[in-house]
Each structure stands twice: as structure tokens, then as C-alpha cells.
Nanobody, 115 residues
């Protein structure tokens, strides 16, 4: 059974930084991409960052230059370094792992940025 567990969310002031971590457990075969999505109240879930198995990384337009997605395959971990946070980054952040046939989600971690 595959589980994704996020950690590292919290409350931070505008301009600050947070680092999210996602620990994957269970057998995950043929990972095609790992990354992060977020959902703010009243908005649709949106891509924050994703990295493919070929190490091609993509970012949402609003976070380019501020967020960095990375992974440690040996530890089955995914990280999101978030810098220069602003109140518009407030959302629940979800870890995501996609394979050729499945799409896994974590339970989400709340990030709140105060002005």
C-alpha cells in the first residue's frame, strides 16, 4: 500500500521560507513524476512543481524563481524549498507521485503566509 506523508508546513511571515518534505512508502513502480500541488480556499488545485524521472522540472508560473523541487530517490523523499513567500502562497500543499498507471496523493500540509 502506497502512502505519501507531507511535513514542514506552518505559519510564516511574508518574505520568509519553508521547506516541505514528502516521504513515500510502499512499492511504487515506474514513477513518471514526483512533485507538489496546492489548493487555496475557493480555488482549484494547481501545479506548484514537478520533476520527471528524466530530471525535467516544471514550475507553476507564480512560483518560478522562488520555489525549488528536489528528490532523493534512495530515500523516496521529495522536497519543496519555498523562498520569498507571500500571502498568495497560502494553501494546502499536496505531495503527488505519478506512475504510468496510478496517481498518488498525500493528505496535505497547510502553509499560511501572513502579511
Amino acid at each position: 500500500q502506497v502512502q505519501l506523508v507531507e511535513s514542514g508546513g506552518g505559519l510564516v511571515q511574508a518574505g520568509g521560507s519553508l521547506r516541505l518534505s514528502c516521504a513515500a512508502s510502499g512499492m511504487i513502480l515506474r514513477i513518471s513524476a514526483m512533485g507538489w500541488y496546492r489548493q487555496a480556499p475557493g480555488k482549484q488545485r494547481e501545479l506548484v512543481a514537478a520533476i520527471t524521472r528524466d530530471d525535467i522540472t516544471s514550475y507553476g508560473d507564480s512560483v518560478k524563481g522562488r520555489f525549488t523541487n528536489s528528490r532523493d530517490n534512495a530515500k523516496k523523499m521529495v522536497y519543496l524549498q519555498m523562498n520569498i513567500l507571500n500571502p498568495e502562497d497560502t494553501a494546502v500543499y499536496y505531495c503527488n507521485v505519478r506512475t504510468l498507471v496510478d496517481n498518488y496523493w498525500g493528505q496535505g500540509t497547510q502553509v499560511t503566509v501572513s502579511s
